[in-house]
């Protein structure tokens, strides 16, 4: 019996992790929705998006290519066709998807194809791999706004495609900026995406 009731409390408070008290005081299932990004290092893109309130996870991976499973060597020799990218798994009821939308852009540079900084080969493109058709609509809308901003004098090439299967990156590249706080300092200052980021855009788009 007390085994029986044990095994009930357990499966109770499994359950209760999945869901959120909701703004009536009773229980919601949580539905994270991802959203998909590829803006050359995948080091440097997980911390604009890890700060931002809603996102509940971030991973580094590979996206748009041939091989299954590929390595990073494998990737970042350019021999696959995939390109460093970010899965961002975030709660829409907390964040929209036009604020993701609007940290990608302010952290990286849309106007150079097949690199981004001191990274340069099609395994470092920008693009932006929607999930449905909304965030298709949505992305495209931005694009064109981003266009028309000012911003650039040179036109936007960042691809916005379907999203295809998404392969997480070795375990030491995730969260690479907490594991390696130094080395990453130095690569983002280094690569010249700093200095960049803050020409175009200021402290608006700063997010380190």
């Not at 990453?184 to 380190?208: P, T």
Request: charged share 25%; aromatic share 12%.
């Amino acid at each position: 019996m007390k085994r029986k009731v044990s095994f009930l409390l357990m499966a109770l408070l499994l359950g209760a992790a999945t869901r959120l008290i909701n703004a009536e005081g009773t229980m919601a299932e949580v539905k994270l929705e991802k959203a998909t990004f590829a803006g050359g290092c995948f080091w440097c893109m997980e911390p604009p998006f890890d700060k931002i309130p809603g996102v509940k996870s971030t991973t580094s991976g590979y996206i748009g290519g041939m091989k299954e499973n590929p390595t990073y060597e494998e990737v970042s020799s350019g021999s696959t066709g995939h390109c460093e990218a970010l899965e961002v798994a975030y709660n829409p009821d907390e964040v929209r998807y036009e604020t993701l939308l609007d940290a990608f852009w302010k952290n990286i540079d849309p106007t150079t194809k097949d690199a981004q900084f001191a990274d340069h080969g099609s395994q470092y493109r920008t693009g932006i791999f929607y999930h449905n058709e909304e965030q298709r609509k949505l992305a495209e809308a931005s694009r064109d706004a981003l266009g028309k901003s000012g911003h650039y004098d040179k036109p936007i090439v960042t691809e916005i495609t379907a999203a295809s299967k998404f392969y997480p990156a070795e375990n030491y590249h995730q969260d690479y900026y907490k594991k390696n706080p130094l080395r990453y300092k130095y690569y983002h200052f280094a690569s010249g995406r700093g200095q960049y980021l803050k020409k175009v855009w200021g402290d608006e788009g700063k997010k380190e």
